[in-house]
């Protein structure tokens, strides 16, 4: 990791003024940008951070810690950095005053929140409405008066949702799509479409519809290069939303480009449909997250999230959280 990324991470710090002073922080290291997680808790100061990690599909956990503990030993935070490969100490859990929601702590449930302690604040590390029933045992919360809050994205010092239509763009363009007078199906219903709308149109293509509707689709599908799919609510598989046979009829030569939804690669490319990413999509799960853009909108979003849980223990009002149980 190069200087260039930590000046980045000490710069968010100083503008969003997040402060751990004495806090003691839980949460995991990852591969890749997520090798930088307990890195920007320890630059902010926290006393101790705790951070779990073991093997993934993304890469292994010993590798995961000797990449993290070799950048904080450049950051000169070393000793405030505990890591633990494939163990998940009740010790971590009860000193926390700050427990992120991270994938290799999944799920909070009651079994793990009943070891945290008093006054432990959870920051979801993205919006409130992206929260998955599945992560989080919110009733729990509520009852033991656990603070969870997730983070507005586009608050004005950091913008990171405002990513989200590059990523858009970027993921049509590798899937061959020039974008610029392509006639493009946008099916969405959230925030996520209108980002990708606003930023294909802002490069030139010839028409852009935004849909949940399954007969405007067909309606609109005869000159449609591709429909790029992001509904983050959609739950369904897509080959029980489209049929997909009569669309082929429609158009033999569009593309489906996902970026959130149940989408089934095979079956599309056994039906000679092209797909990108051309590998399984899942709902309520980006196909491609921030980071794939580059590194400022991830550590954007981790500093934030962070300071939300700054302001839920300080008790302080901020247009950046997004209560949940408070």
Known sequence: MNNKTIKYIKKIINILQLDLTGKVVLTEVGSENYLLIPIIAALADAKKVYAWTKDSKFGLGFYNKINCLEIANSCNVRDKIEISLNQEPDSNIQEADIITNSNFLRPLDESFLKKTKSGVVIPLMFESWELRDSDIDVGYCKNNNIKVAGTWENYPDIKVFNSVGNLCVKLAMESGFEIYQNNIIVWSSDEFGDQAVSAFKALGA????KITDINVLYKNFEQADFIFICDYEEKRDYFSIFDF?????????????????????????????????????????????LDYLGIQPFINLQVAGFKVSQNMIENKESDLNQPITY
């Not at 010839?206 to 519809?209: D, F, L, Q, T």
């Not at 095979?266 to 799960?285: F, R």
Request: aromatic share 6%; proline share 4%.
């Open 206 to 209: 010839n028409s852009v519809i």
């Open 245 to 289: 046979k009569k669309l082929k009829e429609l158009n033999d030569s569009f593309g489906v480009v996902h970026l959130i939804g149940d989408i089934d690669n095979k079956k599309l490319n056994d039906m000679n449909i092209k797909v990108y990413p051309d590998k399984k999509g899942y709902p309520l799960k980006m196909s491609k997250t």
